[in-house]
């Protein structure tokens, strides 16, 4: 149990097109759901957090604008990396936290992340 | 700000003998350490956590202790495998949602 699922595994654009990637909750319903970045050798880094039905709280020295977060419902949330750059590539990984409360709240289930290319 | 600090970055060791991974934490107030396995298409999953109301936690082959005072904990894995091989990374959170992550530590077990 406990499942979260990214699509897709690996994507590469152009410059100044917009990606989208998809975080799902496969066998449970997610409070929360966390998106991070990892550059080549170096940690997660938190972006932001979004909560179902409401806005994102993005980290400080996160653009908003440039990084929309959607959390249409308990079991997906998207991720839109907005007119690319080169230096936007870089490993997306998201987690969501499950609403079982017999769980740790603070417990958190990885996907396995999104490489992200932009040429 | 708070940070995590992870040792070594690459770690080889032979089959069979065991691995330390060391984190030192800046957050007094956290209070729960999770221990992650990256590997490539498999993503980060949970191997070990502790809580700061315990020292020392164990999973068969693994292991995690905690020094509160001092502000690090240790992954210990013992009897190593291939299949260990991967990037480990560990975190701490004061209980809320955000966890502060490691730089990652790179084992590689040589059959």
């Known amino acids: 149990g406990a499942v979260v699922s990214q699509h897709p595994s690996r994507v590469i654009c152009k410059s100044g097109t917009s990606v989208k990637i998809e975080c799902r909750s496969l066998d449970f319903q997610a409070t929360t759901m966390f998106w991070y970045r990892q550059f080549p050798k170096q940690s997660l880094m938190l972006m932001a957090t979004s909560n179902e039905g409401s806005k994102a709280t993005y980290e400080q020295g996160v653009e908003k604008d440039k990084f929309l977060i959607n959390h249409a419902s308990l079991t997906l949330s998207t991720l839109t990396v907005t007119s690319a750059h080169p230096e936007d590539s870089s490993f997306y990984i998201c987690s969501a936290r499950t609403m079982d409360h017999t769980r740790p709240m603070v417990e958190q289930f990885f996907g396995p992340g999104t490489r992200l290319t932009v040429l | 700000g708070e940070n995590v600090e992870q040792h070594p970055s690459t770690l080889s060791v032979q089959e069979g003998d065991s691995a330390v991974i060391k984190c030192t934490y800046s957050d007094s107030a956290s209070n729960y350490f999770p221990w992650y396995k990256q590997e490539l298409g498999k993503g980060s999953q949970l191997i070990i956590d502790?809580?700061?109301?315990?020292g020392e936690k164990k999973d068969q082959r693994i292991a995690v202790t905690l020094n509160k005072t001092a502000k690090h904990f240790s992954l210990h894995i013992t009897e190593t495998q291939p299949e260990d091989s991967a990037v480990y990374f560990c975190?701490?959170?004061?209980?809320?949602?955000?966890?502060?992550f490691g730089t990652g530590t790179r084992l590689k077990v040589l059959a």
């Open positions: 502790i809580r700061s109301n315990v």
């Open positions: 975190a701490a959170s004061s209980g809320t949602y955000k966890y502060i």
